[in-house]
């Protein structure tokens, strides 16, 4: 009988875990599916540069997968059945149960729009291809009358939009809102760099207090502040969709889901959880930040401990640290702060247009590992399932 592995999602997790095990496993023992509810590849860290009128590329997931055995099916996942291991999609309006033996789950993250009031009403967040497209309309035309931006959020997402849209819409008045400084954790060169940057491209930095309500126009700060806006660009942070909470994973209080070592469930076994949605414990101890750079380690990781698992080998434990912290400033300016093994920044920096060349590197690097996920990989033929790794298969040995 096969063994069934579905993975869900085709971000920079998902989509290298199911390309990287189909590699490593015979197709007759082992079949992959890989489920996204968007037929694209969504490049996530460019969505800024799409809503600033840049051309981004779109690669449909089915393109990445050509020459490998991964079925690709298109659908939302609206439930899941960990007793009965089911998973169920939906798809124009049509629903599909696809039962599974090993369960992959990279469902990712979204921009929290929850958490402070007004801003699903009153504020845009780059959550797709389509909102961004939708922002660069609005953008375009409040340019023309020298209107005021809101971006909210001194995280990485909240400085790289303030930057890039002040750099494409010079015309715009730019405010980049944020409680504490932004970049505050930065190396003190590369917080002078920031502060230099914003400068030259006329950001207006708005510290020192939360945003408490976006209103249709403007922000209402705790400090009892008011900032106006015609156009709000929100990026409070990210969040976990509830799906893997409600399913019955076990998860953390931000609802990513509680992993081992070897990335798989700590409730659940045969359920692997990676990217974003996974808190996965880095090796200085706490926990990885979200972002591509998780997703593109713990999705090979979980490919290799999946496919020795399955050949009756023990898997090694994930490891991972941080090396670097990429940041894009526009397309004339960018910031690679090099890091140490407890992830506190080095003195070095890297800046300008090297880093811009520097972090274009780094995310086409991730899409080059979809399409090669592993050229040193044991070719099939090599390995043969000899490991029950059903629930039942497991609970048994
Ligand atoms: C504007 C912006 C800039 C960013 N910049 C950076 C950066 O510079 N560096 C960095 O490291 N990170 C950055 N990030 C964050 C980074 O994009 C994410 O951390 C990363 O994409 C997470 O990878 P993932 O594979 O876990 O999830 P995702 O890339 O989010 O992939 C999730 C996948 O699951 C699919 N999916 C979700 N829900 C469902 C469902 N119900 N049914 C079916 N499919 C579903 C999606 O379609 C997608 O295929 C940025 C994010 C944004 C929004």
């Known amino acids: 009988m096969t063994h069934k592995v579905l993975v869900l999602g085709a971000g920079y997790a998902g989509l290298v875990a199911a390309k990287r095990l189909a590699r490593q496993v015979h197709g007759d023992e082992v079949s992959v599916t890989l489920v996204t509810a968007c037929a694209d590849f969504v490049e996530r860290p460019r969505l800024h540069q799409l809503a600033t009128g ?156 939360h945003v408490r309500e976006v209103r249709p126009d403007e922000l209402a700060l705790d400090d009892g502040d008011r900032v106006p806006f015609e156009l709000c660009l929100w990026a409070g942070g990210f969040r976990v969709p509830p799906l893997a909470r409600v399913s019955g994973l076990a998860v953390n209080s931000q609802d990513r889901a509680l992993v081992d070592g070897t990335l798989e469930s700590v409730s659940h076994p045969g359920v692997y959880v990676i990217g974003d949605a996974a808190a996965v414990t880095g090796a200085w101890g706490s926990q ?44 004339r300016h960018g910031l690679i702060q090099f890091l140490n093994a407890d992830e506190s920044p080095k003195p070095v920096v890297l800046t300008g247009r090297k880093a811009i060349a520097y972090k274009n590197a780094t995310l086409n690097g991730a899409k080059t590992l979809f399409r090669h996920p592993g050229p040193a990989l044991p070719r099939r033929g090599h390995l043969t399932l000899k490991a029950d790794l059903t629930h039942a298969g497991r609970a048994q040995a």
């Open 54 to 209: 840049q051309a981004i590329e779109r690669v449909p997931v089915a393109q990445y997968l050509r020459r490998s055995s991964v079925e690709l099916v298109v659908g939302s996942v609206v439930g899941i059945d960990l007793e009965e291991r089911t998973v169920t999609t939906v798809q124009d309006d049509e629903s599909r149960l696809m039962p599974y033996d090993t369960l992959v789950y990279a469902l990712g993250s979204n921009i929290d729009v929850d958490g402070v009031p007004g801003v699903a009403a009153h504020a845009w967040s780059l959550v797709g291809t389509d909102v961004a497209a939708q922002v660069c309309t609005q953008l375009r035309v409040l340019a023309r009358q020298n209107g005021q931006v809101a971006v909210c959020g001194g995280g990485l997402t909240g400085i790289e939009i303030a930057a890039e849209v002040a750099e494409c819409f010079p015309a715009l008045r730019v405010t980049l809102v944020s409680g504490t400084r932004p970049g505050a954790w930065l190396s003190p060169r590369a917080q002078a760099y920031l502060a230099r940057t914003f400068e030259a491209l006329g950001v207006t930095v708005r510290t020192g207090a």
């Open 288 to 331: 990885l930040a979200m972002g591509c750079r998780t997703g593109g380690f713990t999705g090979p990781k979980a490919a290799d401990i999946i496919a020795a698992r399955l050949t009756g080998r023990e898997p090694r434990q994930f490891r991972y640290r941080y090396i670097h912290e990429c940041i894009s400033l526009g397309r």
